[in-house]
Each structure stands twice: as C-alpha cells, then as structure tokens.
Nanobody, 124 residues
C-alpha cells in the first residue's frame, strides 16, 4: 500500500507556471503506474496525464499537451507535474493517483490509491 501527498498548488496568473509534487510513502512509485487527475467545481474528475510503471510511456489529455509534463524521481519517491502556460480553465483541485498496473489509464476507477488533492487557481 502507498500513501500519496500532493503539494505545490496555489494561485497563479494566466500564462504562468506551477510544479506540483506527489510524494509517496509506504511503497515506491516505481511499483505503480501513476496519474494526475483534476476536478473543477461541478465537474467530474478528469484525466490530465499519466506515466507507466517503467516510466517509459506517458500519455496526456489533449487539453494539456505541449503545456504539462509529468516526471518521476525514483530516488525521491516523488512524481511531478510541471504546468506551463496555465489557462483559467486549468483551475481545479489536482489529484495524484497510483494504479496497480503497468500503464496509466484515463479512468479514475482504475486507480487504487489517491492523494488528498491540491488546489490550483489560475486568474485570468
């Protein structure tokens, strides 16, 4: 079992950048496929980006391609989400999730462990 704690959220102007961190404890992040999801008020939780257990395959939602980058530091047992060129519509609570599988999927129900979330607010 793994515990996940997100950090790095905050308030940023449109066009700015943030880097979210997802620190894991209990087991190593390299044991899981990892994903970032987000949920805006009144909307369903949606897939943002994921990385395979090996770290070799990443997948991105179309809405963030070219702006967001996922990475993993096995030594720090942490997964990062670098967010550049932020837009107002990126405003949401961002969640880190771990899946007992090889590849990251886009379905929240496929993930076994979740962090508590971190708020990202982009002002227009």
């Amino acid at each position: 079992q793994v515990q996940l704690v997100e950090s790095g959220g905050g308030l940023v102007q449109a066009g700015g950048s943030l880097r979210l961190s997802c620190a894991a404890s209990g087991r190593t992040v390299s044991s899981y496929a990892m994903g970032w999801f987000r949920q805006a008020p009144g909307k369903e939780r949606e897939f943002v980006v994921g990385i395979s257990r090996s770290g070799g395959i990443s997948r991105y939602a179309d809405s963030v391609k070219g702006r967001f980058t996922i990475s993993r530091d096995n030594a720090k047992n942490t997964v990062y989400l670098q967010m550049n060129s932020l837009k107002f519509e990126d405003t949401a609570v961002y969640y880190c999730a771990a899946r007992n599988g090889v590849v990251a999927t886009t379905t929240p129900g496929d993930y076994n462990y979740w962090g508590q979330g971190t708020q990202v607010t982009v002002s227009s």
